[in-house]
Each structure stands twice: as C-alpha cells, then as structure tokens.
C-alpha cells in the first residue's frame, strides 16, 4: 500500500508551559494531490496543525511523516523552501521589492540563476494574470494583487504541497471567490496537495474533502 503523503500521529502542541493546549492529539492522514479545507472557531487548532505540517513550528508531543519519513529526520529548510509553499492571510510581501523580486526571492536557496529566477517569476505572476504589474511594489497592488503575487512565490520552487492558511481572510468577496478559483485550477493542473485552513463554510464546504477542528481536535 501507497503510505500518505502526509500522516499525523498523536500530534499535540501546547505553549506557556503546558498552560495552552492549541492541539490535543490529532491523528490525520493526507493523500498526495487531494484537496483538504480544515475550518474550525478561532481557537480550534486549525492555524496550529498547518504550520506543524509545513515546519515553520515543531510539536510538543507527536509525530508528522512526510512520504513515511519523519520530518524530525528530514533536512528542514530544503523541506519549507522546495517541498512546501507557504500562503498567509496577510501576504508578507516585502515592501522594498517590486511584485516579481518578491517572487524570486522565494528561489534564492535554490540556488538557480538570476537570469532564470526572473523568468519563472514573471511567468508565474503572468499566469496569475499580473503580467502589466511586475515591477509594482506591494504597496501600489491591491488586496487581491498583493494575494497572487504571494501565490506565485509560493508556487517558485514547485512544491509538492500548498499550504494556504485563511489566504482569503483580508479579501473582499469577488477577490476571494477568484483566489480559490485559482488555487483550485492549479491543484488540478498540477495534481499538487493542497491543504487550505479557512473560517468561511462555503469555501470549506465545496472542498472535495473537509476536516472540522474543535478544541484542538478533529471533530467527528
């Protein structure tokens, strides 16, 4: 049998000494290119488990395997710069780069050549159909702008998965509606897994596949 491409063993992360418990054993198993909304009230865990699951933070208990590997064993920054892309709801663009040095910075480990760091950014950010504003800095973008340069550096170094945690959170409703129409069309096209956290039912409830978090663990 195919092991999943992520599994979560008894995962549970507290902080303040033990006084706050964000995750209370969380057992959870993804498939490679499935489509995964994880919601919850403000305090389930939800934000918690995606960045355990993309390294930005490590459990107090508990194990994650990534391809049956745990992530204790894997080289960590090749794992968040070239396995996993990063979306946040409040973009974390630098405001000192224009729209596509933003995206290539993303490729600096990587090591690959500043003639092509630039190519592949400008051709992200035109396929996020951000073609006439390559040189904008964050500042002269709009929200939902701001939003699809931030996918596009997340999609530089071609990840296997996409973690998107609330990526519609500072967006109106037109500009959100065209955010998950476009992460979901890139999922498709590049059978990548796609794991989005989110606080909106519907966009939750139109996933193929929806985990509810209640009290820093999966309901049902």
């Not at 800095?137 to 170094?157: C, D, K, T």
């Amino acid at each position: 049998m195919i092991p999943p491409l992520l599994e979560v063993r008894g995962l549970e992360k507290s902080y303040d000494e033990g006084r706050i418990e964000a995750l209370r054993g969380v057992d959870l198993a993804i498939r490679a290119g499935e489509y995964v909304a994880i919601s919850g009230p403000s305090g389930s865990g939800k934000s918690t488990l995606i960045q355990l699951l993309g390294g930005l933070d490590i459990p107090t208990r508990g194990e994650i395997l990534f391809r049956n590997q745990s992530l204790t064993a894997i080289d960590m920054d090749q794992y968040r710069s070239g396995t996993v892309g990063f979306i946040f709801q409040a973009f974390y663009l630098l405001p000192t780069l224009r729209a596509v040095e933003n995206v290539q910075v993303a490729m600096l480990a990587a090591r690959s050549k500043p003639g092509d760091r630039k190519e592949r950014a400008i051709s992200l950010l035109e396929e996020m159909g951000l073609g006439a504003r390559l040189n904008h800095y964050p500042n002269e973008l709009s929200a939902g702008e701001r939003q699809r340069v931030a996918i596009a550096r997340a999609l530089a170094n071609g990840p296997d998965i996409l973690l998107a945690d609330e990526p519609t959170g500072n967006l109106d409703s037109v500009n959100s509606a065209k955010t998950i129409e476009l992460l979901t069309g890139i999922q498709k096209r590049s059978g990548m897994t796609l794991i989005i956290v989110t606080h909106e039912n519907e966009i939750a409830a139109a996933a193929p596949r929806h985990i509810r978090m209640r009290d820093g663990r999966i309901e049902g």
